[in-house]
């Protein structure tokens, strides 16, 4: 993710393509509404030396009567042009920032949905939020206002500059002097105020991350009756944001004195030189009058300048965080030689002495794992929590590469294959359930939006899911929560079974989905696993014995390395971890039963 060799403002322009031109009739039309500004005092110094001060002023207003009236008619009519191109430019370079805005949104949403689990460990929620709202507007109306404010800046300063070393060079001159001083402030200003806006970008995060977290997980927070606690973390980011927001804005007012000193010491300087040269008779009364009616096109984009400055590191912040997703890569992608399979696997699954990593961690969590699930078969996974069953099906729809060894599925390396046609054969059923804002329907036809209504009730009938749907109000058409709020843990397991079946996938891979169901609701959901009416490997993450009597092999795995693995009397006989675990879970209603 290196944003370095991507200039900023190259990254600006290539996004602008198709509407570069547009918006440069929009900088053009800047630099001509400002130019124009012009023609107010040079009409304006015509009117004072002909018809007010001149010498023949007296005899002018009477023979030159027409021109007068041409000279004020043409002073309104340009004002009126010029107002008209204003609100043109402002409506183009709006446009053009909106579909800007767009075009980047999107793709940064792209970006963000096809990368891979690592990316989602290492980024927080709310972070990438501020990137793709706060950031974007920041980034847009760099090409809304920023960029038009710096032309509209210049092109009325040279112009204005250009005007009078033409009516007078000597008096410019003495008034542009000023300017380097002015310029040399704004430098010193924008040293001071670049971190600013870095740290604000970063508390403004904090602030969204905090504000998500607690949002999203409520219900822990009020579990734990911990409103106060987290109502005080909140504020505390919110205090920090604020101060963080006053003293970006103080810098502004350490600097603005001096620049404000510096500008009104124009027109002095213009009293005293210009009325000097009045005096000397070097200046006609005209010309001091159009001088001073422009000396604000000289102090105000001065003046403007340093807001601009602040603008554009605001931009700069923000773009740096934009662009470090607009250019981030997966590294789990399709491989160009990728292999080509037939859109429906056997369901063969291999591992081959695979150990694993995580790569934001330190200690292996898989050592030399090697198995055969062959197609049809059902595996069941046991083990105490935390020895690696979640980080070992993860390989299989290859959400993380083995650091050694190979996972194979129909004896093809899952990283020599096509991501969507991999991920495409497995069900998969995670540890962490989560449904979408959505109807019951619409959650477990989310892999296959074809599927028919009597399909999507068939596989709710097969994850034992249909009776207390169809209890539910509305049935089907139920909407549950965000994350599925609304259903109790043991529905929303069984929903998120269908969802895993609704795709008739070849490998049915299944984390711990039975946990929060009774036995009984279990036996009819390990009866219908049986009588599936399409081929599938089974491989069953899952605690009961109950749950993995009847698998055809069972793999034990204490500390990332597979312990034990047979069948159910195998490993009883073996007199191991899984006897001891039969013992235990059995053993409680036996001696119930002899007591
Ligand atoms: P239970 O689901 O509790 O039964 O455990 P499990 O067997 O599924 O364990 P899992 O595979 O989730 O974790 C195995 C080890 O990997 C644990 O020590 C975790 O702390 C670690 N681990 C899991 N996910 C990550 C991750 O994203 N990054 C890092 N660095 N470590 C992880
Ligand atoms: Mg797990």
Known sequence: MDTKKHSKMAWLWENMKGYRVIYAIGILGTIVYNVMQLTVPYFTQQIVDLFLTGEDAATNIVTKRDLFFQLVIAMVGFTFLRTLIVYLVCMDVEHVSQKVLYRVRTHLFDKIERQDMQFYNTYRTGDLMTRVTG???????????????????????????????????????????????????????????????????????????????????????????????????????????????????????????????????????????????????QLTMGEYVAFSGLIWAVQNPMRMLGNIMNEFQRFSAASDKVMEIYYSEPKIVDKEDAVDMPNRFAGKVEFKNVSFQYEDGNLPVLHNISFVANPGETVAIMGETGCGKTSMIQ????????????????????????????????????????????????????????????????????????KFITRMPEGYDTIVGERGVGLSGGQKQRISLARALAVKPAILILDDTTSAVDMETEKQIQHSLKELDFPCTKLIIAQRISTTKFADKILIIQDGRITESGTHDELVAKKGYYYNLVQLQTGETMEGGEA
């Open 395 to 466: 390989l299989i729809p290859r959400f993380y590469e083995p650091t050694e060894g190979e996972v194979l599925v129909d004896g093809v390396n899952v990283c020599d294959m096509k991501l969507g046609q991999l991920r495409k054969n497995i069900g998969l059923a995670t540890q962490d359930v989560l449904l979408y804002s959505d109807t019951i329907d619409g959650n477990i036809a989310y892999g296959d939006s074809s599927l028919t209504k009597e399909e999507v009730e068939k596989f709710a009938k097969y994850s034992a899911a249909a």
């Open 135 to 281: 950031d974007l507007d920041a980034v847009r109306h760099m090409i809304a206002w920023v960029i038009r404010s710096i032309v509209e800046s210049f092109s009325l300063l040279v112009a204005t500059a250009a005007y009078f070393i033409y009516m007078d060079w000597r008096l410019a001159l003495a008034i542009l002097a000023i300017a380097p001083f002015i310029m040399i402030v704004i430098v010193l200003f924008r040293n001071q105020v670049a971190p600013r806006h870095k740290e604000l970008r970063e508390k403004l995060s904090l602030l969204n991350t905090a504000a998500q977290e607690n949002i999203s997980g409520n219900r822990v927070v009020k579990a734990f009756a911990r409103e106060e606690y987290e109502i005080n973390k909140f504020d505390k980011c919110s205090i920090e944001f604020s101060k963080t927001n006053k003293k970006t804005a103080l810098t502004w007012i350490t600097f603005f004195p001096y620049i404000e000193t510096f500008a009104n010491l124009m027109p002095i300087v213009l009293l005293v030189v210009g009325g000097l040269f009045i005096i000397n008779g």
